[in-house]
């Protein structure tokens, strides 16, 4: 069993940097970590992603330039740098990943696993 705990959340004003980090445990990580977020009433959507074994990166358009998604294969850790924060940022983060390799990672649908999330607000 797969089991990732995150941290880094915080209380933020507009402009501000945050880092979220995610601990992986239980299982060696060889295909994506993610990172998604849900705002209240909304749906859970994708915000970046990356390759554990290379380091292809995706990332969501509304977060393009801002975020930057990284990992450590020795450590088992996958971080979310947060730069230049907006209001609309404001939502619980989540570390995810699949149970076999996937192609659409884009979609919440393919994950298997995910953190218990940490709170991101933009008090703005």
């Known amino acids: 069993q797969v089991q990732l705990v995150e941290s880094g959340g915080g209380l933020v004003q507009a402009g501000d940097s945050l880092r979220l980090s995610c601990a992986a445990s239980?299982?060696?990580?060889?295909?994506?970590l993610a990172w998604f977020r849900q705002a209240p009433g909304k749906e859970r959507e994708f915000v970046a992603a990356?390759?554990?074994?290379?380091?292809?990166?995706y990332y969501a358009d509304s977060v393009k330039g801002r975020f930057t998604i990284s990992r450590d294969n020795a450590k088992n850790m996958v971080y979310l740098q947060m730069n230049s924060l907006k209001p609309e940022d404001t939502a619980v983060y989540y570390c995810a990943a699949p149970s076999r390799d996937i192609v659409l990672v884009t979609t919440r649908f393919a994950y298997d696993y995910w953190g218990q999330g940490t709170q991101v607000t933009d008090s703005s």
């Open positions: 990356i390759r554990w074994s290379i380091d292809n990166t």
């Open positions: 239980g299982r060696t990580f060889r295909w994506y």
